[in-house]
């Protein structure tokens, strides 16, 4: 039997293809039997949107209301930083160009 070297490009070729092979195996089939598999109770079903919402639940509807308005002070501020920012640098540019233009007459009506 010859023995065959293998490339870099070609270890790594053999290495993506079973990390692809591994993500693509759902982990049920890699560690139970069928009859394990059978033996589990049935996922829990969502509550109905008729039923009323658990004490707990309304906590984490508020909590995720209170997160939504944090989020929408930061984005204004956010937006109201980077104005204020641009008005300054509209500012610098519109007065660097007033001395630009000062000197440039300056220049030009130098008498030689």
């Known amino acids: ?9 070609g270890a790594f070729s053999l290495l993506g293809l079973g990390a692809a092979l591994g993500l693509a195996v759902p ?14 109770p049935p996922a829990p079903t969502a509550p109905s949107p008729t039923a009323p919402a658990a004490p707990g639940m309304q906590q984490g ?30 500012k610098r540019r519109e007065a660097q160009g007033k001395s630009d233009k000062l000197y440039m007459k300056d220049n030009t009506t130098k008498q030689q």
């Open 61 to 90: 509807q508020e909590q995720i209301t209170r997160q939504e308005k944090r989020r929408e002070a930061r984005r204004n501020a956010r937006t109201k930083h980077r104005q204020a920012r641009n008005a300054a640098r509209m």
């Open 1 to 9: 039997m010859s023995e065959k070297l293998i490339s870099r490009r």
């Open 27 to 40: 982990n049920t089939m890699l560690t139970e039997s069928d009859a394990e598999a059978q033996m589990q």
